[in-house]
């Protein structure tokens, strides 16, 4: 009895298989399948999240209080600005910033930030090693910690692509999950 429920979760799972290397990408969606399934719609995200730009202004005050000012250079993106940066240093001038497509962003949901410190003279600056406090320590790191202690992810963690500048929150939510319209409630349970 045993083998027989084995060989039949085999054969499901060999054409399961199967059939996703038939139709690999021109699979049909399930509003084909089942027309009564819709996609989910949800409105498009215009603004950080609410709990990100809470977090965003407690980061910029928590650091000002060690002495560090830091500047907030980007935010929410639309995925056009985001094809736009993606397309810099491939198709168009400057060096490559980005390895993420419109849509394949947490700034197109509203859940990333990008910061730099403002130097003593009030230039931006990207400088991991600047000590403008005077207390020893790099400020950029020092920001870095506030910035995990509030729950931001920090991209200089990454080991395939850091991204220096970039925290985000993602709530728990993939990529894969936000471009199918899931979206983080907007209150912090």
Do not use: C
Not at 74 to 100: C, K, M, P, W
Not at 106 to 133: E, T, V
Not at 142 to 168: I, N, R
Request: proline residues 5%; positive net charge; aromatic residues 10%.
């Amino acid at each position: 009895m045993r083998r027989k429920r084995n060989v039949g979760k085999f054969l499901i799972f060999a054409l399961l298989i199967a059939t996703a290397i038939a139709f690999g990408k021109d699979m049909p969606s399930l509003e084909r399948i089942v027309p009564d399934v819709k996609p989910r719609e949800v409105p498009p995200v215009t603004a950080l999240h609410p709990v990100v730009a809470q977090k965003q202004a407690e980061l910029v005050a928590a650091a000002k209080r060690k002495g560090i000012v830091i500047l907030i250079t980007d935010g929410f993106r639309s995925v056009e600005e985001q094809n736009a940066l993606y397309q810099q240093g491939r198709s168009t001038s400057g060096r490559i910033v980005t390895h993420a497509e419109g849509g394949e962003s947490y700034h197109n949901y509203g859940l990333a930030i990008d910061f730099a410190l403002r130097s003593n003279n009030g230039k931006a600056i990207w400088d991991m090693k600047f000590d403008g406090n005077g207390n020893g320590q790099s400020d950029w790191m020092e920001v870095v910690t506030l910035a995990k202690q509030l729950g931001f992810t920090w991209g200089g963690d990454w080991h395939s692509f850091p991204d220096y500048p970039h925290l985000q929150m993602d709530f728990g939510y993939s990529i894969r999950e936000l471009r199918r319209g899931e979206r983080p409630p907007a209150l912090n349970s």
